[in-house]
T-cell receptor, first 112, second 117 residues
């Protein structure tokens, strides 16, 4: 059965303390692995799409990587404004209408 | 840059009432998706449209739920005879799709938060 698991559920960091969020997935025919950021009371904001193992993408203090079983979101020298819930999701593409299957998210808090 | 918009942003209703939500996708996006999100969970897929055709519905979408996209532009999601379990954030997303994988990236609106008393 296709599924995605994110860990940890919650992470508290000091400003400048780098860390990584994990997204483990089991899916046949992965089309894309997506990362979103979600602030309280708002819709998810798109960050990255990764399509194949070994691919990496970066944006400011964030870097996403992908293996055949996991994706990591690395946060370098985080700032308080990076505090949010980070959601991982996968798509199986046209076989499932490109619907996204989400994990439960990692709630990140960065203290000043 | 006009993103996905949703209306209303908040809705409080009494159990048994009907509610309707509207979603306006990014201009020229062919695909439109509806998701539901409860507190502490990731969004769950409900249904999606390609242009005006509703191509897939989740088992989560009971008979009390109906969605339309009459002219392939905006979409509405109606919930009839609301129940307390329907309380959630209802999210709409759109994508350029189909075709290249990059066209499948979904952009979300701000959501409509529903509270059923």
């Amino acid at each position: 059965e296709d599924q995605v698991t994110q860990s940890p559920e919650a992470l508290r960091l000091q400003e400048g303390e780098s860390s990584s969020l994990n997204c483990s997935y089991t899916v046949s025919g992965l089309r894309g692995l997506f990362w979103y950021r979600q602030d309280p009371g708002k819709g998810p904001e798109f960050l990255f799409t990764l399509y194949s193992a070994g691919e990496e993408k970066e944006k400011e203090r964030l870097k996403a990587t992908l293996t055949k079983k996991e994706s990591f979101l690395h946060i370098t020298a985080p700032k308080p404004e990076d505090s949010a819930t980070y959601l991982c999701a996968f798509s199986r593409g046209e076989t499932s209408g490109s619907r996204l299957t989400f994990g439960e998210g990692t709630q990140l808090t960065v203290n000043p | 840059d006009t993103g996905v918009s949703q209306d209303p942003r908040h809705k409080i209703t009494k159990r048994g009432q009907n509610v309707t939500f509207r979603c306006d996708p990014i201009s020229e996006h062919n695909r439109l998706y509806w998701y539901r999100q409860t507190l502490g969970q990731g969004p769950e897929f409900l249904t999606y449209f390609q242009n005006e055709a509703q191509l897939e519905k989740s088992r989560l979408l009971s008979d009390r739920f109906s969605a339309e996209r009459p002219k392939g532009s905006f979409s509405t999601l109606e919930i009839q005879r609301t129940e307390q379990g329907d309380s959630a954030m209802y999210l709409c997303a759109s994508s350029p799709g189909p075709g290249l994988a990059v066209r499948e990236t979904q952009y979300f609106g701000p959501g409509t938060r529903l509270l059923v008393l």
